[in-house]
């Protein structure tokens, strides 16, 4: 199961994300916004992003203007790795190397076609683990308080 939110200024994008899982049969959970009035970023962020956390979803599509505030707002959740991509190698390598469960995407940065291949990619690729893992250790290290240095 995944995730989608946006905020008002992603919310076309998220509307043309939702037709591409439906085309691929992938299940989702859209947790708002539900129109284009505004809407404020964080508040999906953190709801997607709890979903994540919790085990409800196993990864999470997040869209705003940039894809950056929104990314922003989806890492101050505990256990969440989001990465904002606007290219097709960042997607597949935040999840290969990063074992990002969050992807952010800026509906005023790329087109809808552009984001339902870095959905593609960023859904079907895995994580590689070996020395990836140290490094994602060493991610959620510091996310508990710890010092790496």
Known sequence: MIAIGSDHAGFPLKEEIKKYLDEAKIEYIDV?????ERFDYAIS???ACDKVAAGECDKAILCCGT???ISMAA???KGIRACCCSD?????????HND???LCMGDRVIGAGLACELVEVFL???FEGGRHATRVDQIMAIENGEKLY
């Open 32 to 36: 708002g916004c539900y129109t284009p």
């Open 45 to 47: 962020a953190q709801k």
């Open 67 to 69: 894809g950056v505030g």
């Open 75 to 77: 890492n101050k959740v």
């Open 88 to 96: 097709y190698f960042s997607a597949k390598y935040t999840r290969a």
């Open 100 to 102: 990002a469960n969050v």
């Open 124 to 126: 079907n690729t895995e």
